[in-house]
Structures are given as C-alpha cells and as structure tokens.
C-alpha cells in the first residue's frame, strides 16, 4: 500500500501520530490538499442521484469551501481565542493535518448508489468531524480534547452560517 493511502486511512482511524507528523512536515502540503479535494469531489460525485450534474458541482465547490473556512475559523479561533499555554501552530501546520482529516469523507462516493446517500453523508460528516477534532488536538498541542470539541464546533457552526448565506445570496430568486 502506498504511502499516501496508508497516510489517509491513519488519519481516518485517528492516529494521532499520523497527525504529529504531518504537522511537522512541510512537505505533507500537497498531499493533505489533495485528500481535502479527493473529499470534496466524492461528496460531489455522492450527490449525483439528487442533484445530477449541478448538484456535483455544486456539492464539491460547496465542501472545498467548508472545509477551507472550517480550517481558517478553527485556526483563528484556536490560536486566538481558546489557546492553551502550550499552543504554538501556524496556518500551515492546521491546514496539513486538517486536510488529513478529511480521508473519512472518500466514503461519500458511496452516495452514487441509490438510496445510500442518506445514509453514508451523516457518517462521514460526524467521521470527519471527530478526525478534525483529532486533529486540532495534536496540532494545537491542546491538553485537553475538550477545548478541541469546542474549537472545531464552533467553527463548524460559522462554517455552515456561511456557506449558508452564501448559498442563499447565490441562489437565483424565484418569481412571485
């Protein structure tokens, strides 16, 4: 198994060494955007039976978006916000083992078959939203996997806020 899989399915099984690795190595850059775009474009692809050919587009622009604010809030509010004494990351170090964190969302690709949609998007998203707590933990060098919950959650709230207004202010306005 090749380096880059096994990577994906650490980070999926939530080993934090993994996570501490990719932190350190500013080399793991592309390899962690690159799971962050294999995510995205298997929710895309996941959404194909309920959205068709828009609804792939829209589906895998609207999860690099997430996730790419998801990552900026958490930074910022990791850092700035509830930082631990200890805390010392810059945007590289989260943005590489958040991206990490994003291998659960491959599963999405399962919502081509019908009816498994429902089914396999809330899996990965609560997946993915405890590999992105993981992850916050070990590059934020919190002690505390709570301030971690915290962190990602309230991030993720903004995030979905913003897509949301996004989505809304993008929208083509109905007549009548």
Do not use: K
Request: glycine share 10%.
């Amino acid at each position: 198994m090749d380096t880059f899989t096994n990577s994906m399915i650490r980070a999926a099984r939530l080993d934090a060494s993994l996570y501490e690795e990719v932190e350190a190595d500013p080399t793991a850059m592309r390899p962690a955007m690159q799971v962050v775009v294999l995510s995205s474009v298997a929710a895309g692809v996941g959404s194909i039976t309920e959205g068709g050919l828009v609804g792939i587009i829209a589906m895998t622009v609207g999860a690099l978006l997430g996730w790419y604010i998801w990552a900026g809030l958490t930074y910022l509010i990791g850092t700035r916000l509830l930082a631990e004494p200890q805390t010392h990351a810059d945007l590289g170090q989260l943005l590489r083992s958040t991206g990490f964190s994003s291998s659960p969302g491959v599963i999405r690709l399962l919502g081509i078959v019908p009816g498994l949609s429902m089914i396999v998007m809330p899996i990965a998203a609560v997946w993915m939203l405890v590999t992105m707590i993981v992850a916050v933990r070990q590059a934020l060098d919190y002690s505390s996997t709570w301030r971690a919950v915290v962190v990602c959650l309230i991030g993720w709230l903004v995030q979905v806020l913003v897509v949301f207004g996004l989505i809304v202010a993008l929208a083509p306005s109905q007549p009548g």
